[in-house]
T-cell receptor, first 111, second 114 residues
Framework: SQKIEQNSEALNIQEGKTATLTCNYT??????LQWYRQDPGRGPVFLLL?????KEKRKERLKVTFDTTLKQSLFHITASQPADSATYLC??????????FGSGTKLNVKP | NAGVTQTPKFQVLKTGQSMTLQCAQD?????MYWYRQDPGMGLRLIYY???????DKGEVPNGYNVSRLNKREFSLRLESAAPSQTSVYFC?????????????FGQGTRLTVV
């Protein structure tokens, strides 16, 4: 079955460092991947989309890569700040128009 | 600009009771979705509607029904609530799921079944 997976362990980093989160997919080839941010008690908010023919996408301090060989997307936050602490989810469209999300990775940025 | 509005925000049900979660979007989106979110499980797709007039099952449809009432509204019904349905429910919409467009989420409904 189609799967989109993220590291369920929280990522703890120091302020100013680069955070790198991983999203892996199996048993399908998504045409694109999306990344969302979710704060406690709130719905997810869209951040970035990357298509399969794009190696890299940037938006301010955010960078996303898409490696179709490794079946993986990496999400980077450079110069991280405590305000970046949240859960980050990846998502993609599977068969029959089903829009799937990974389980999310919680990022903790310590001052 | 309201975006996606869900009601109610909180609900406590007794086992066996029924209820309908309401969702409305004002962005003229074609596609709408219902997800549930449990600790450590991420967002799981319950049902979705790719366009007005169509609905399809997601990953975890058992115990739920949906109605795409019109382009704006997509409701989720629990006919006989069970404790396993205790969760946070999110409604979302996007311009068109087939066009890779971003999804917008409501604020969620926290449901407890006792």
């Amino acid at each position: 079955s189609q799967k989109i997976e993220q590291n369920s362990e929280a990522l703890n980093i120091q302020e100013g460092k680069t955070a790198t989160l991983t999203c892996n997919y199996t048993n399908y080839s998504p045409a694109y991947l999306q990344w969302y941010r979710q704060d406690p008690g709130r719905g997810p908010v869209f951040l970035l989309l990357i298509r399969e023919n794009e190696k890299e996408k940037r938006k301010e301090r955010l960078k996303v890569t898409f490696d179709t060989t490794l079946k993986q997307s990496l999400f980077h936050i450079t110069a991280s700040q405590p305000a970046d602490s949240a859960t980050y989810l990846c998502a993609s469209l599977g068969n029959f128009n089903k829009f799937y999300f990974g389980s999310g990775t919680k990022l903790n940025v310590k001052p | 600009n309201a975006g996606v509005t869900q009601t109610p925000k909180f609900q406590v049900l007794k086992t066996g009771q029924s209820m309908t979660l309401q969702c409305a979007q004002d962005m003229n989106h074609n596609s709408m979705y219902w997800y549930r979110q449990d600790p450590g499980m991420g967002l799981r797709l319950i049902y979705y509607s790719a366009s007005e007039g169509t609905t399809d099952k997601g990953e975890v449809p058992n115990g739920y029904n949906v109605s795409r009432l019109n382009k704006r509204e997509f409701s989720l019904r629990l006919e006989s609530a069970a404790p396993s349905q205790t969760s946070v429910y999110f409604c979302a919409s996007s311009q068109d799921v087939r066009q890779n467009t971003e999804a917008f989420f409501g604020q969620g409904t926290r449901l407890t079944v006792v």
